[in-house]
């Protein structure tokens, strides 16, 4: 892998998408969320470095869909850093007992596309940051199950994350530190979606590990 990454490429659903616009308008393209503010912090400081930062979540994405657009919204643009967060979709379509959730594929899909990435792009870094959720909103009605299935698909991430050589990026735990300062509702508004705070949560936490590791964007 070159010495940085010149082309950063942000994935996922709408955690990930915040709102984002689907045209070339450069004021909104990047959505308004961890990602707005991880490239914006980045191509500040690095402005002489001409960097490029794309956001291609989508809002309800599962692992499977995001495999199922992976060449259009991965693979074509040649990302020499791709950055992936997806999870809870797959868990919400099971918790509502939804016919696409019927069958759990958030691993199969996932690995499936880390597999795809490392063939035809070997050379590319991975971040895979962790899926998360906090007690409020959605989750308020079945925690203990919703805490079980994200919890396996934290494990599941942490595992690839190894096997692929990316860097994995702990998210649950600086959630569940800042409890101490404002209630769950704070940082997830229904317990899923960040807030502002919340988004700048996560941004902090991916520079703070992606930035000291072998994929630091420099």
Known sequence: MQSSPSTILF?????????????????????HGYAYLISSRLGMDLANRHKTFYNRGISGNRA?????RWNEDAISLKPDLISILIGV????????????GYTDRFARAYRHLLEETR???PDTGLVLMEPFILRTGA????????QERISEYQQQVQQLAKQFGAVFVPLQQSFNEV?????ASYWLWD???????GH??????WLSVVQHSPLAVV
């Open 200 to 205: 700048e949560l996560i941004a902090r936490q």
């Open 139 to 146: 989750t308020l009605d079945q925690w203990e199950a919703w």
């Open 191 to 197: 317990g899923v979606h960040p807030t502002a705070a």
């Open 64 to 68: 499977s869909d995001l495999y199922a």
């Open 89 to 100: 979709n797959d868990a919400w379509r099971s918790m509502n007992g939804e016919a696409r």
């Open 119 to 121: 063939e035809v792009m």
């Open 179 to 183: 409890l101490e300062q404002a209630d």
């Open 11 to 31: 994935q996922g659903d709408s955690i990930t998408d915040g709102g984002r616009s689907r045209n070339e308008d450069l004021n909104h393209v990047l959505g």
